[in-house]
């Protein structure tokens, strides 16, 4: 696959994005994901992308995709590659996440835009902007009076 302007700035971004549910999908034991993607339960693993994603974004923002692969060998660490989508407002980014035993990486597949502008880095932003809106943070404790005010 060709891969689009300013591809590793995007994967970069979408990392950073998704790094806090990453760590929530790591909660799973790695011999559910094998389990689930080799008896095709898809619907499994959806569910455990939504509860993840629903603790940082808004809904349907983070969703699986197609899939996944479970790449078990004799030798060697584990690998799950999931196919994953986001969809904040105004794109769409079609990507997979590979988690190992010790890193998680992002690979973009394609990034479309729902009005894309002429310049790539304009693009990205809009992209790094979409999904800081689509994030749900955390407010501040609310203030406690103290008696006699």
């Known amino acids: 696959m060709i891969r689009q302007p300013n591809t590793?700035?995007?994967?970069i971004v979408v990392a950073e994005a998704i790094r806090e549910t990453v760590s929530e999908l790591r909660m799973?034991?790695?011999a559910d994901y094998i389990a689930f993607i080799r008896m095709e339960r898809f619907g499994n693993i959806s569910d455990i992308v939504d509860s993840a994603a629903e603790l940082y974004f808004m809904p349907g923002t983070l969703r699986l995709g197609h899939g996944g692969e479970a790449h078990v060998e004799?030798?060697?660490?584990?690998k799950i590659v999931l196919d994953l989508e986001l969809r904040p407002q105004g794109a769409t980014v079609y990507f997979a996440l590979t988690l190992t035993a010790r890193v998680a990486s992002v690979e973009v597949n394609y990034v479309s835009f729902e009005k894309p502008d002429?310049?790539?880095?304009?693009?990205t932003q809009r992209l790094e902007d979409a999904l800081m809106t689509a994030r749900i943070r955390k407010s501040a404790p609310p203030a406690v009076m103290q008696p006699g005010l």
């Open 28 to 30: 799973v034991d790695i």
């Open 74 to 78: 004799w030798t060697g660490e584990p």
């Open 8 to 11: 590793s700035a995007r994967e």
């Open 118 to 123: 002429s310049d790539p880095d304009v693009n």
